[in-house]
């Protein structure tokens, strides 16, 4: 019997894994509280070797309109550019959203150009009357808050 991996390509088991998540807690509505929404993000971003920005688009209920992976970088960075951020939360008609990256290094600490992109886009949805409630970073097995930190 072939092992997964001679199957199919890495790409394709992450790619695959993604899917699975989206299923299990996007589509079935089973994020309904911080601790739901974290073990999506670490089921769904863990596995991934780039870095890759995400964004939990919520209605003004706090419940899930969709979640969206909208920007992929290399192994230490991903560019954000708020306007597609504030464009798909107009597209969607979201009153709030939680954003998520992760740090393939292992370290969730976050940078200063993380919590200087957190601000640019806090101050960029507020204009169109959305509301940023927590960053995430999510890296091996720990994920950082910086709304818990005070870093928002």
Do not use: W
């Not at 899917?19 to 993000?41: C, F, Q, T, W």
């Not at 780039?50 to 991903?78: K, S």
């Amino acid at each position: 019997m072939k092992s997964i991996r001679e199957v199919y390509t890495d790409d394709a088991i992450v790619e695959a894994a993604a899917l699975i998540a989206d299923e299990r807690h996007v589509r079935d509505g089973k994020m309904s509280s911080p601790g739901d929404v974290r073990a999506y993000l670490r089921e769904r971003m863990r596995p991934l070797q780039h870095e890759e920005f995400m964004v939990i688009f919520l209605d003004n209920h706090h419940q899930v309109i969709d979640a969206r992976a909208m920007f992929r970088g290399t192994i230490a960075a991903a560019s954000v550019y708020p306007r597609e951020v504030a464009r798909e939360v107009l597209t969607r008609g979201a009153a709030a959203v939680v954003i998520a990256h992760n740090h393939p290094s292992g370290n969730p600490a976050p940078s200063q150009a993380d919590i200087a992109m957190t601000e640019r886009l806090v101050e960029a949805l507020a204009l169109i009357d959305c509301r940023v409630l927590d960053h995430l970073i999510v890296a091996d097995k720990r994920i950082v808050s910086l709304k818990e930190d005070n870093l928002m």
